[in-house]
């Protein structure tokens, strides 16, 4: 299993997203309560801004209210689940509703942070697929090229998700919606969204349940 403090966000984001931009963040812009490894986290996005908006959503700097005792810093794309650390210990991420209480996540902020950043690339990847209904006694051979990276997981979009990596290999697997209502996870199903550095990486997927797989990448759009 590779740790999550294997993971070096300028790194990736520069090896799989395209070159990045001059812009760089006016650190005035940033609160000067902001703690370090957020301050870090918008210097280095400043380039690639799409990755805070690729599935979840950090908060503008003006948006963030240090004031409070759960500081929101991220929301789902509807607003309706939030990301907050606890402005006394500004490690400790909380999660949940936004309209109920947060309850402590399982990752601190640094990890949170480089999941969100793993998360975004594959959504935003030139090269991906995605399978939402792979059975689960297919997924061994799916994966069989990468290895699991331990972040410790959300709630959200619902319990259950992991992250796996490989040199040229990213996905995210996670349950399968029963396309019944009341649209439960579907028993011995998953969702499997992966990304390549390039197609010829996503080719071995052909072998595996042809017909299964959706092309998500950038460049099919």
């Known amino acids: 299993m590779i740790s999550p403090s294997e993971i070096i966000p300028s790194a990736l984001l520069s090896r799989w997203l395209d070159p990045a931009s001059a812009d760089m963040v006016d650190q005035e812009e940033l609160p000067p309560g902001l703690p370090n490894p957020l301050r870090e986290w918008y210097t280095l996005t400043s380039h690639w801004p799409d990755i805070r908006s690729a599935g979840t959503r950090i908060l503008k700097p003006s948006r963030i209210q240090l004031n409070e005792n759960r500081v929101a810093f991220m929301e789902d794309p509807t607003g309706d689940w939030t990301w907050a650390f606890d ?3 500004p490690n400790v991420v909380y999660e949940g509703e936004s309209n109920s209480t947060l309850t402590p996540g399982s990752e601190d902020l ?3 942070l480089a999941h969100v950043t793993v998360r975004s690339i ?3 990847a030139n090269s991906s697929r995605l399978g939402t209904q792979v059975p689960d006694e297919v997924l061994p051979e799916i994966l069989s090229p990468m290895e ?3 972040f410790g ?4 979009p619902r319990p259950g998700y992991r ?4 040199e040229s290999l990213l996905a995210e697997v996670g349950p399968a919606i029963d396309p019944q209502a ?4 579907r028993t011995g199903y998953s969702t499997v969204r992966i990304a390549g550095l390039g ?6 997927l052909d072998s595996h349940l042809p017909g299964t797989w959706i092309d998500t990448g950038i460049n099919s759009r």
């Not at 992250?163 to 490989?166: G, K, M, S």
């Not at 009341?182 to 996870?185: G, K, Q, T, V």
């Open 87 to 89: 402005s006394n210990h």
């Open 182 to 185: 009341p649209w439960l996870n």
């Open 163 to 166: 992250v796996h990596a490989a």
């Open 122 to 124: 594959i959504l935003l």
């Open 199 to 204: 197609d010829s990486d996503l080719t071995y």
């Open 153 to 156: 997981g959300w709630k959200w």
């Open 110 to 112: 640094q990890e949170l």
């Open 148 to 150: 699991a990276i331990g």
